[in-house]
């Protein structure tokens, strides 16, 4: 089903990866935003980018996804389609979860928030979810706009254990 999915806004295209986009999400796992903000998606060589993408990749069939399963996409420039980041839903205790990340060439521009307001609504819609969560770490203020920008409201803020790492992170919410 998701294999497919091509969902494009003004400035984006967001599509399913393909094996062949290992060596690119190596790349950006790399850069210092991505190692300080989601250090557990840090890979160690192509290989390891390769296993995760195609785990990834058989999710996309995955008819429980995103309530059971992460269900994760690329984020292309609509322009050149050069892939900058990723956007996903994942499962998280009751509900489901935004997560993403852009390359740090593209940030500032926006770009991420199109991308979370686009996979949200497309999620919300064609899964018939009761709303989406937003989990940010605190001191992560660009992160924290992104979900604000994007319509997710603060609920709450709480110590706990986020990618890895126990601080303080913040709990949005975007109701369907």
Not at 77 to 90: D, F, Q
Not at 97 to 103: K, L, T
């Amino acid at each position: 089903m998701t294999e497919s999915v091509s969902i494009v806004t003004a400035s984006l295209t967001l599509r399913g990866f393909t094996p062949a986009d290992a060596r690119k999400v190596l790349a950006m796992s790399q850069q210092a935003r991505l190692r300080e903000w989601l250090p557990d998606q840090v890979y160690a060589d192509e290989p390891e980018a390769s296993r995760v993408l195609l785990h990834l990749i058989d999710q996309y069939g995955n008819l429980d996804a995103p309530v059971k399963a992460p269900l994760v996409l690329g984020v292309g420039l609509r322009s050149s389609g050069e892939l900058i980041g990723h956007v996903g839903l994942s499962p998280a205790g009751d509900t489901v979860e935004i997560g993403y990340a852009i390359e740090d060439a593209h940030q500032g521009r926006g770009l991420a928030t199109e991308a979370v307001r686009a996979m949200t609504d497309w999620g919300i819609r064609t899964f018939a979810l009761p709303g989406v969560d937003g989990i940010v770490a605190s001191d992560n203020p660009g992160s924290c706009k992104v979900l604000e920008k994007a319509g997710f409201a603060l609920r709450g803020e709480a110590m706990r254990s986020w990618h890895g790492v126990t601080r303080l992170v913040r709990t949005y919410r975007r109701p369907a």
